[in-house]
């Protein structure tokens, strides 16, 4: 296939999880962190700085799942390289760089917006949208409904930890 043609489609996808009565003040530095997913993400056991500048474009995180019954040979892993942050927007975007989970290419972007009219009074929302190649042993639906509900337990993790330190 000749550089200038139009490779195989791409999956696209967003979804997006409400935290009622989180501000998008409380959710973006959690979010932000980019080194700390783990504290939020389901399946993601261990996640840690590898390289590059915290808060900076070009740092990159390393993410796993624990190993099924102590056996090192399961685990799931990727090195995921922060591409922008956007601190007004409350924006980042990040690629995988490499992986042991079937992905060719993957940029998502993940974005905390705020609920009612910009003054984030009732809540806001985390948006995270991505486009990938196909991933081996995936249907893309299956894909998208793995983020939705991934999503929704960041959701439930976040909004526990912005409650518990306003009201605690």
């Given at each position: 296939?000749a550089?200038?043609?139009?490779p195989e489609?791409?999956?696209e996808g967003?979804?997006s999880?409400?935290?009622?009565?989180?501000?998008?003040?409380?959710?973006?530095?959690?979010?932000a962190?980019?080194?700390?997913?783990?504290?939020w993400?389901?399946?993601?056991?261990?996640c840690y700085?590898?390289d590059?500048v915290?808060?900076?474009?070009?740092?990159?995180?390393?993410?796993?799942?624990a190993?099924i019954?102590?056996?090192?040979?399961?685990?799931?892993?990727?090195k995921?390289?922060l591409l922008?942050?956007?601190p007004?927007?409350?924006c980042?975007s990040?690629?995988?760089?490499?992986?042991n989970?079937?992905?060719?290419?993957?940029?998502?972007?993940?974005?905390?917006?705020?609920?009612?009219s910009?003054?984030?009074?009732?809540?806001?929302?985390?948006e995270w949208?991505?486009?990938c190649?196909?991933?081996?042993g995936?249907?893309l639906?299956?894909?998208r409904?793995?983020l939705?509900s991934?999503?929704?337990?960041?959701?439930?993790k976040i909004?526990?930890?912005?409650?518990?330190?306003?009201?605690?």
């Amino acid at each position: 296939m000749a550089e200038d043609q139009i490779p195989e489609s791409k999956w696209e996808g967003k979804t997006s999880a409400d935290l009622k009565g989180s501000s998008a003040e409380q959710v973006w530095p959690l979010l932000a962190d980019f080194c700390n997913i783990h504290k939020w993400f389901p399946d993601i056991a261990t996640c840690y700085q590898m390289d590059g500048v915290p808060g900076q474009p070009g740092l990159i995180r390393y993410c796993a799942r624990a190993p099924i019954d102590n056996d090192e040979s399961t685990i799931k892993w990727a090195k995921e390289k922060l591409l922008s942050l956007d601190p007004i927007q409350r924006c980042l975007s990040y690629e995988i760089i490499e992986s042991n989970l079937g992905f060719k290419s993957y940029v998502a972007v993940m974005q905390v917006v705020p609920i009612n009219s910009g003054d984030g009074s009732i809540g806001c929302k985390i948006e995270w949208s991505f486009v990938c190649d196909p991933i081996e042993g995936w249907a893309l639906n299956d894909f998208r409904s793995y983020l939705h509900s991934s999503l929704q337990l960041m959701a439930e993790k976040i909004m526990e930890h912005t409650h518990l330190s306003t009201t605690g």
